[in-house]
């Protein structure tokens, strides 16, 4: 059987976001921190950090935080941003504002654009998220497109050619699938990540995107009952499911 990492316990706490080595030693040593049922007041205490730990530790009388290899997923809203680079508030601030100071951080797995709505995951696992957003994964994602005019009807065929061109870019657009719903409404998958791709891939068949949500990451569909702006820990059957 292999042996659980240890951790300081002032580490664990101040990883998980629970303030500095200096914040949470005041907690430990104000007997805010249980194992079992008692309290650890020594921050120097090595913690055997096994899966169940989230269970057996409290802090406040609050079970732990979950250990890291976090992977959530989100149903992010229109207007609020996946990086910096655009202006509005962040998808971390739908999160609790103490797993915004972990470390390792929580990323996104990928971007959505301000505008696009729908299943954003999230993760504090490096090399997870880079085998999701690895090329080589080839994961398909849907997006269900709602737009300004009427589909021309040859769409599909278009995307699936596999020779779609987007402006500004001298390689074109792996095969894509579309499925229109109505005439101005489908759904349509792709593997690849470029810039507001999806938008681009109808502006270069005259149309233009006024809804873009995306429903589908691999074979993991956003849940029905979980409504925009929330979120929650995706379970090992659902992040098989990213993958199939
Ligand atoms: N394509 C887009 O245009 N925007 C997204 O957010 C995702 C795919």
């Not at 954003?120 to 999701?132: E, K, N, P, S, V």
């Not at 507001?196 to 569909?221: E, P, W, Y």
């Amino acid at each position: 059987m292999s042996k659980a990492p240890t951790l300081r316990l002032d580490r664990l706490l101040s990883n998980l976001g629970y303030g500095s080595r200096r914040e949470v030693q005041d907690l430990i040593e104000a007997g805010y921190v249980l194992l079992d049922g008692d309290a650890i007041i020594d921050g120097d205490e090595k913690i055997a950090v096994t899966p169940d730990l989230p269970t057996r530790m409290t802090v406040e009388d609050e079970p732990l935080d979950p250990l890291p290899g976090l992977v959530l997923m989100l149903n992010k809203p229109v207007g609020v941003t996946c990086s910096h680079k655009e202006q509005g508030p962040l998808v971390y601030s739908l999160l609790p504002e103490r797993w915004c100071e972990r470390n390792p951080a929580l990323s996104t797995i990928g971007r959505l654009d301000k505008e696009t709505s729908g299943l954003l995951l999230l993760t504090d696992d490096g090399a997870l998220l880079h085998r999701i957003i690895s090329p080589k994964a080839n994961i398909p994602k849907r997006y269900d497109v709602t737009l300004d005019r009427a589909l021309r009807g040859d769409e599909a065929k278009i995307f699936a050619a596999g020779t779609l061109m987007l402006e500004g870019e001298d390689k074109p657009l792996l095969p894509a699938a579309f499925e229109a719903v109505s005439d101005r409404r489908g759904f349509v998958t792709i593997t690849e990540g470029r810039y507001h791709q999806v938008r681009r891939m109808f502006a270069a068949v005259g149309n233009h995107v006024t809804a873009l949500m995306r429903d589908r990451v691999g074979a993991l569909a956003l849940p029905d009952d979980l409504a925009p702006g929330e979120f929650r820990i995706l379970s090992e059957d659902e992040l098989a499911k990213v993958f199939s």
